[in-house]
């Protein structure tokens, strides 16, 4: 019903920088939440940085000042600009999707690695 396709993992220096971006396609008629999660191995999955519709966010104490999320209501698309990397940020960042509906959604995963 709906598909999320992220691009923008990689892998960087400490203190470089990544642009994710996550745009959703499909039967969507209207988003209330976008967002990023992420998984590090041996980890659960936490919280890295939301979006409601309205222009809230929510976002993990860690990354604060360093991460800055967006989005483009008319695109379906959220976009997490990651500033001043560290190693701690290495894992798996799963882009995330609610629709108003109450339906959510999760994509499929890309790649974060940061060296030391």
């Known amino acids: 019903q709906v598909q999320l396709v992220e691009s923008g993992g990689g892998l960087v220096q400490a203190g470089g920088s990544l642009r994710l971006s996550c745009a959703a396609s499909g039967s969507i008629f209207g988003i209330n939440v976008m967002g990023w999660y992420r998984q590090a191995p041996g980890k659960q999955r936490e919280l890295v940085s939301v979006?409601?519709?309205?222009?809230?966010?929510n976002n993990l104490d860690s990354v604060k000042g360093r991460f800055t999320i967006s989005r483009d209501n008319a695109k379906n698309t959220v976009y997490l600009q990651m500033n001043s990397l560290k190693p701690e940020d290495t894992a798996v960042y799963y882009c995330?999707?609610?629709?108003?509906?109450?339906?959510?959604?999760w994509g499929q995963g890309t790649q974060v690695t940061v060296s030391s």
């Open positions: 995330y999707v609610l629709l108003l509906t109450g339906r959510d959604y």
């Open positions: 979006i409601t519709r309205g222009g809230t966010t």
